[in-house]
């Protein structure tokens, strides 16, 4: 777990590498809370990372609704699979308003009994 | 292999669904597609996916889950029902019914087999593609609420036959190890999620916010045939911290009503949420809210109205959805009122009727030789309710021809396609009941007289035409009841048959001698001999008589007799009769001699004193019956037995079919049930007896053929005839 919070641009921009669970949300959500004290308009960078789970979803709700509150821009881009794969299991990709790159695995396609 | 008895069950119940998909499929081949048709096209694939799967039967359930989808696309309307997909779908129903077979055999489909349900698979998959769409994400506004479009897309089916799983999880369980997504991926393996909301309104704002707390909560519908022990041991490690509900398809109201209770979010919000999955339609929504504001205090407006008229949900879909589950329900209704039965207990029912009565018999003979009028009276009731018992016994083996009929739908779909004619099945009489066996046999020569029929009887469109008759050939099956005896015909407007040409040809075959005098029907008849069931037969009737003598010799093993009626050019009717039942009749006991004879009631028309109303006409052939013609024959003669010649002889008129003939008699016995006994072997070449029954005393009657008897009055006076015709030359 890393995360970088690089000022040198207009708009701040925050890479999450690695885990966004349960075992990494206590730490992110004061890092995300500061860096979106900080910026008008910021940006997570969810490419790297590779875990995501109900709690990390949670925090991204959070800050989501957190920067609205505030009147600050907030958006998410990048997402790795791993991340794409749960906001399409939870059905709350438009909630987070994001342009995002639909895959779809074939190989999950309608298996049922 | 020795399936088991569940198995049966499953292969029986897979090919009841086949047969009325096959039934709903060559509807929706010819006529504009009607919902429910289709519904019930949906239906028979579900449960046979449904039922495959729990018996782990994975070449079934992936089969029949392609077809499904496709039906499932054309249910909610976004693929029409063409012809060319339902002849595609008679193919899969081909294909389904060829797997259960090997089911049933316990033997594995061959590669052959594999290859066409791969094709048949691509050909479905082809139908599925390029009519997906994603729906866009909504960057303006901030919607507390998105719909997740999980697995296949659902969205015209109102899923009341989905489940509906409220989950609220407790705040420990992110601590305690877990991820409520892993329950929803576990749920997965257990159905499908048709829709999934993910409640996110508990969350609470950033400094209020514990990250390691869990918030979340789902409002699942959930398509699955697993139990609900199942879908709930799913939950077990959560158990005690979490809020779960569980509603199976088709809950009650109420329970809904106590779920909008029991859950944390509002009413309003739950019920949108409700409705969203799928799992409520908006008027069901509308009349549990109503429901709970008559109980409550400040009345709503009612959400269903809201969601209707915002246009979240189109009416028509709501009403589609509820005509549907009314539906749904009702067979369900139907279906509760029917018991499976093997066929042999029932088999065993009627013998036991059939010892009962000859007992009975016993009994009453007893109680007349006593003289007591009591227990002649008590035998008499007894004997009354015996006969009901009997009728009734008889009657849970009857069953209505019409499912047989109907799988001649098919046969003339797949004959007309493969002989290039358009040709009409028109049935008639369908409620027409006989015996389970009976029908059981009747299949397959009655397959052989229809493709007949549509072979060689009704002619080529162009012929058609030249003759004047419309271009679409009719071929009707009819049945109905005819004294005691049950008559199938399979009737076509083709060109009839060709008197000249049978004749020569059964004069080549030796059937007949060169210049016997034969009736147009004798003629016609003749196709049924054996000797014309050949390849090369003359090319207007070619094939005519194939096999005719198979469908003489099955319908003969059945005690029925076959004839043929025949208009040249306007067609031909092929008329099968038989016996309604095999085992048990009403017959009426004459005596001759020191024997009793039983004649079938149902083909007794009078009994009349043979000197006093019926005179002889001399010859010993025919009695002048009022004026008209009877031929008649003692049974003492006939069966030549010994003794004198009463003085008072009585004719019984037998009537059979169009044939009408006088049995005489020395004695009238009157009325008696008869349990019918096969004769043995030795009797086999006896024409006149069809077979024999135990009398009450023990003794033995044996029971006259009518139609075998009056075969051989008429084929002796032909003989006869032609013989006097000859000499007379």
């Not at chain 2, 693929?79 to 033997?107: K, P, Q, W």
């Not at chain 2, 949108?272 to 339609?281: A, D, H, Q, S, Y």
């Not at chain 2, 024997?595 to 006093?612: F, G, H, K, N, T």
């Not at chain 2, 008649?632 to 037995?641: G, N, P, Q, S």
């Amino acid at each position: 777990m890393a995360n970088r919070n690089t000022k040198n641009q207009p708009s701040s921009r925050i890479v999450i590498v690695g885990e966004l669970t349960i075992y990494t949300v206590l730490e992110l959500k004061d890092n995300l809370l500061a860096g979106l004290s900080t910026n008008d308009e910021l940006e997570l960078d969810l490419s790297k990372v590779n875990e995501f789970d109900g709690a990390g979803l949670q925090l991204l709700v959070m800050i989501k609704k957190e920067a609205a509150m505030l009147g600050k821009v907030l958006s998410f881009t990048g997402h790795s699979p791993a991340v794409m794969e749960l906001l399409d299991l939870s059905g709350l990709a438009g909630f987070f308003g994001d342009p995002l790159l639909i895959v779809r695995k074939p190989t999950q396609e309608g298996k049922s009994i | 292999m020795i399936p088991d008895e569940y198995l049966q069950t499953f292969v029986v119940e897979c090919r009841e669904l086949l047969e009325q998909m096959e039934e709903a499929l060559l509807i929706v081949e010819q006529a504009a597609e009607d919902p429910e048709i289709i519904n019930a096209i949906f239906r028979a694939a579900h449960t046979i996916k449904g039922s495959a799967g729990m018996f782990g039967i994975d070449a079934i359930v992936e089969f029949t889950h392609a077809a499904e989808s496709v039906l499932d696309r054309v249910r909610s309307g976004d693929i029409t029902m063409s012809s060319v997909l339902a002849a595609l779908f008679i193919e899969v129903h081909d294909h389904l019914r060829e797997l259960i077979n090997h089911v049933a055999e316990g033997t594995q489909a061959g590669e052959e087999t594999d290859h066409r349900g791969n094709n048949l698979i691509a050909q479905l998959e082809a139908h599925l593609g390029g009519t997906k769409e994603d729906r866009p994400g909504n960057p303006g506004e901030m919607p507390v609420v998105q719909e997740a479009k999980l697995e296949r897309e659902q969205s015209g089916a109102v899923g009341t036959d989905h489940w509906h799983l409220s989950l609220r999880f407790g705040p420990e369980v992110f601590r305690n190890g877990m991820d409520p997504f892993s329950f929803v991926r576990c749920l997965c393996s257990l159905g499908s999620i048709v829709q999934l909301v993910t409640l996110i309104d508990a969350i609470p704002d950033a400094e209020h916010m514990d990250s390691e707390t869990c918030y979340l909560g789902f409002e699942i519908s959930f398509s699955s045939e697993a139990d609900k022990l199942a879908i709930e041991s799913i939950f077990n490690f959560v158990r005690s911290d979490c809020l779960i509900r569980i509603l199976p398809p088709h809950s009650k109201a109420s329970e809904y009503q106590r779920l909008i209770q029991a859950l944390p979010e509002q009413e309003m919000r739950l019920g949108e949420i409700l409705v969203k999955c799928g799992t409520l339609t908006p008027e069901e929504l509308d009349s549990i809210l109503r429901l709970q504001s008559e109980h409550g205090d400040d009345p709503q407006r009612p959400i269903g109205e809201v969601l209707v008229e915002q246009q979240m949900v189109s009416p028509p879909v709501v009403e589609a959805a509820l005509e549907k589950q009314k539906q749904v329900k009702e067979n369900k209704k139907n279906e509760a009122n029917l018991i499976r039965v093997d066929a042999e207990k029932l088999d065993e029912l009627i013998n036991l009727v059939g010892e009962l009565i000859i007992a009975g018999a016993g009994t009453n003979l007893i109680a007349r030789r006593a003289g007591m009028a009591d227990l002649m009276e008590s035998t008499a009731t007894l004997s009354r309710l015996v006969e009901e018992v009997r009728d009734s016994a008889l009657a849970l083996r009857m069953v209505q021809i019409g499912a047989t009929f109907n799988r001649f739908q098919r046969v003339v779909r797949d004959v007309s396609k493969e002989l290039g004619k358009d040709v009409d099945l028109v049935i008639s009489g369908a409620e027409t009941e006989l015996d389970k066996t009976v029908v059981e046999k009747i299949g397959d020569p009655l397959t052989h007289l229809v493709r007949n029929s549509m072979d060689h009887g009704i002619e080529p469109a162009e012929l058609r035409m030249v003759r004047g008759k419309p271009a679409k050939g009719t071929l009707m099956l009819n049945a109905y009841h005819d004294a005691g005896s049950i008559v199938i015909e399979v009737s076509d407007d083709g060109g009839g048959l060709n008197k000249e040409k049978i004749l020569a040809k059964a004069i080549e075959r030796g059937l007949v001698s060169e210049g016997a005098m034969l009736t147009d029907k004798e003629i016609y008849n003749l196709i049924f001999e054996a000797g014309f069931s050949t390849a090369d037969a003359v090319s207007n009737l070619s094939g005519r008589g194939v096999g005719m003598d198979v469908v003489r010799r099955n319908i003969q093993a059945l005690r029925g007799t076959v004839d043929l009626d025949s208009v040249e050019g306007q067609g031909s009717t092929v008329r099968i009769r038989l016996p309604l039942t095999l085992a048990i009749i009403d017959g009426f006991m004459v005596g001759v001699g020191n024997a009793a004879y039983v004649i079938p009631l149902d083909m007794v028309v009078e009994c009349i004193e043979l000197r006093a109303w019926a005179g002889d006409e001399g010859d010993g052939q025919y009695l002048n019956l009022r004026g008209e013609v009877l031929p008649y024959r003692r049974l003492r003669d006939h069966f030549d037995m010994q003794g004198e010649q009463v003085q008072r002889e009585n004719v019984v008129v037998v009537g059979y079919g169009d044939h009408k003939a006088g049995l005489v008699v020395d004695k009238l016995m009157g009325e008696f049930q008869t349990v019918i006994k096969p004769l043995g072997k030795l009797f086999k070449g006896e024409k006149s007896i069809g077979g024999f029954t135990i009398l009450g005393s023990g003794e033995v009657a044996l029971i006259v053929d009518v139609p075998g008897l009056m075969g051989q009055i008429e084929h002796e006076r032909e003989a006869s005839e032609v013989a006097l015709a000859a000499a007379s030359k």
